[in-house]
């Protein structure tokens, strides 16, 4: 089997993606139970509470670690150089580099400005990394042994002072604390909504991702915090680096699931996890190989495996979701490039001890957990959609040139990253329209388009309310251009999005005693976008703007059934009395017998205006006994001639125009043309209706008439079937009038 076809197949094993009967009916099926919602609420309680107190635990224990009051910066040739302090004791050692820690029992050990970079996942030199990871386990081990009398600080002059060493205390965790707390505290309790909400894998594996990257914001508001850490060097390379390669693996691992589960689903995602296993035996197997670019290899190679499985899964079936996934994962892939190549380039100019480094890379995992926030609701607000999708560009953008600066140009890191800033700004204006186009696809229909298409719509089912379906669909179309429209039977309330923003169900009921439909819209914008909430409310108001209008044709249409009753009342109780009494008296036999046709033609006239519909069969048969009996007193000939491939119900917009015509035309050759045969022929077929009544008159040259009351109203009336009248010359003599009406609409 084919790899497409099999993956196709695999599809139809539940994929949310795919929009079948029972995934409807659990969307439209009855809310939870209060036992479903009993027990995952207090399962969110617990989770809450233990996150908060996570949190406030991480911030006493930071708070009441021993610190010494200064700042510190980095010296030529990385020498670690205090900067500042308040301590009267460091008074007059600003400027100087400290070159050693002494312990309380007089063990030295020789520190440089690595002690300024406490991040080992962006310090790429593994040899600098260990030496970092030395320094700081002796300074960790000097602050807590010294906490009574000091530790102990030897400076480039050979001077030893022994400074002061307190608890930090809550005013000492730094700006950058709270706010990165924060939001690892956020991500968590999302990543836990969701997987209470439904259990199911991919929520299982979004849960994942939340979790390792919360844990990771946790890490870096450790090492944001000001001054000297003072529990020990922070988690090595390996502990991090699993951290973001297994947040790799669980993109890879739930693209292969949602929105569809592709073939070999399982071997690909033990692939993408075989590599966050393999990275942890290289960094305990392999101290030689150069772990720092092994690792961002790893990140990489799974961001270019998470593009091509959901590049496949978007080939296979176009949900918009797997392209917005798929626009981001080049996003990331992008920034990370960006950003090894820049911490390469910034390091070997500058050396390993560059903090802006893990300052810049920090810009990037908040925006990689903005994303990861947000990803549920994409198809709930296209507008914050479209604000995130900014930010991450300007995000990645301000990273980058941070970096570029830094290393080119030597610049301060708050210089370089205030230039960054104003140069994404500047980037982001100018390319607004451009990244807001190809990150959410938002080509959107104008207002005036949009008014134009549902006044077309409306007045298209106002003459017509039998097409109401058709015209709906094809409005709905026009405004969302869906790759699938289909008519399913199970109905909801309202419009509603379905598939997480693949399909939108809009309830179909032209009338009520129309039977119960609605319809499927499946990948706005030929699967460039989600369907959102907003697309669910203009659908009901379309909905409801062209239910109106029919309701509004039909009261019309009760009105003037009511009035025409009426009017045939009034004819028969009124004209029809006073011209049966005339023909009681007439002077003459052929006056009475004029006045009896008379009579006739008013009872067919008055039953028609009576009636609301007629059956065209029925119609038929009158026009022909009408016909017939005119003719016959006129001592014409008539030849009929009528066949229908279905007997519909004529309105009496119908009826009439059709009665009129035909009237009209047979009056015209009676008194016009002398004609001694008539012959009318009737004919519909598929929809269309052809009507030509021919004469053997001394009528000629048609093109040379005058259309007086007569023909014109006959022209009329033929236009507001829908269809076009022509007079031609007969052969061998007389005159031939046709008529053609290509949709004639009538109801079966």
Not at 79 to 93: E, G, I, M, W
Not at 147 to 152: D, E, R, S, V
């Amino acid at each position: 089997m084919p790899a497409k076809a099999a993956d196709a197949a695999s599809a139809g094993q539940r994929g949310d993606s795919i929009f079948e009967a029972s995934a409807f009916e659990r969307a439209l099926g009855p809310q939870p139970g209060r036992g479903w919602l009993g027990w995952r609420r207090r399962a969110l309680v617990l989770a809450a509470l233990l996150g908060c107190l996570a949190l406030l635990a991480l911030a006493r224990w930071l708070a009441a670690a021993p610190h010494i009051e200064a700042s510190w910066s980095e010296g030529a040739g990385g020498a670690l150089v205090l900067q500042a302090s308040p301590l009267t004791v460091l008074a007059d050692r600003r400027g100087h580099a400290v070159v050693g820690i002494v312990a309380a029992d007089g063990r030295e050990t020789a520190v440089d400005a690595l002690l300024v970079q406490r991040a080992p996942r962006w310090l790429a030199d593994d040899a600098a990394r260990q030496r970092q990871a030395i320094e700081l386990g002796a300074l960790a081990a000097g602050l807590h042994d010294s906490a009574g009398q000091g530790l102990g600080l030897r400076f480039d002059d050979g001077v030893e002072r022994r400074a002061p060493v307190a608890a930090r205390g809550l005013g000492g965790l730094g700006v950058s604390f709270w706010p990165l707390s924060l939001l690892a505290l956020l991500l968590y309790l999302f990543g836990v909504v969701l997987v209470l909400a439904r259990a199911q894998p991919r929520n299982l594996l979004y849960g994942a991702m939340c979790a390792l990257q919360a844990a990771n914001l946790g890490l870096m508001a450790l090492e944001h915090a000001p001054g000297w850490p003072a529990a020990g060097p922070p988690p090595g390379l390996a502990w991090r680096g699993a951290l973001d390669l297994a947040t790799g693996a669980a993109v890879v691992h739930a693209y292969v699931l949602h929105p569809l589960r592709l073939r070999h689903a399982g071997l690909i995602a033990a692939a993408a996890w075989s590599v966050v296993g393999g990275w942890l035996l290289l960094c305990h197997t392999l101290p030689g190989v150069p772990l720092w670019w092994a690792l961002q290899g790893g990140c990489l190679a799974l961001s270019v495996a998470a593009w091509a499985v959901i590049a496949r899964s978007h080939r296979i079936e176009p949900n918009p979701y797997a392209l917005v996934m798929r626009r981001y994962a080049v996003a990331v892939f992008v920034a990370l490039v960006a950003c090894t190549a820049a911490v390469a380039v910034a390091q070997s100019l500058w050396g390993p001890a560059t903090p802006f480094t893990a300052d810049a890379a920090l810009l990037l995992y908040i925006a990689f957990a903005l994303l990861l926030l947000l990803t549920p609701f994409l198809a709930r607000s296209p507008q914050l959609l479209r604000e995130f999708a900014l930010l991450a560009a300007v995000s990645t953008a301000a990273t980058a040139l941070d970096l570029l600066f830094v290393a080119t140009f030597s610049l301060e890191p708050f210089a370089s990253l205030a230039i960054a800033v104003f140069s994404a700004l500047g980037l982001y204006a100018w390319a607004r329209q451009w990244l807001v186009g190809r990150f959410i696809g938002s080509r959107r229909p104008t207002t005036e388009r949009t008014f134009e298409q549902l006044y077309r719509a409306a007045r298209e089912v106002q003459a017509h309310p039998a097409r109401y379906p058709q015209q709906l669909a094809l409005l709905l179309r026009e405004l969302f251009d869906p790759l699938e429209l289909k008519r399913v039977d199970r109905v909801p309330e309202r419009a509603r999005v379905v598939g997480g923003g693949a399909a939108l169900v809009v309830p179909l009921r032209a009338a009520d005693e129309d039977p119960a439909a609605a319809l499927v819209l499946r990948y706005a914008q030929r699967g460039q976008r989600l369907f959102a909430p907003d697309d669910a409310r203009l659908a009901d108001r379309i909905v409801f703007q062209l239910r109106r209008a029919v309701a509004y044709d039909q009261a019309v249409e009760r009105g003037r059934t009511e009035e025409r009753q009426r009017i045939a009342q009034d004819l028969h109780d009124d004209i029809g009395a006073r011209l049966l009494t005339l023909m009681y008296q007439a002077p003459t036999p052929e006056l009475e017998n004029y006045i009896r046709h008379t009579l006739q033609d008013l009872k067919t006239l008055t039953r028609g205006l009576a009636a609301a519909e007629h059956r065209l069969s029925h119609a038929a048969a009158e026009w022909k006994a009408d016909l017939t009996q005119r003719l016959t007193a006129a001592h014409v000939g008539l030849g009929w001639s009528f066949h229908f491939d279905r007997d519909v119900r004529l309105s009496m917009v119908q009826w009439s125009a059709l009665t009129r015509v035909l009237r009209e035309l047979v009056s015209n050759a009676l008194a016009h043309g002398q004609a001694a045969r008539i012959d009318v022929a009737f004919q519909l077929q598929g929809g269309r209706l052809t009507l030509s009544v021919a004469d053997d008159g001394i009528g000629r040259a048609p093109q040379d008439w005058s259309h007086g009351l007569g023909l014109g109203g006959v022209r009329k009336r033929v236009k507001l079937l829908g269809g076009t009248v022509v007079w031609q010359e007969n052969e061998p003599r007389g005159i031939v009038c046709a008529l053609n009406v290509a949709d004639f609409g009538g109801r079966d």
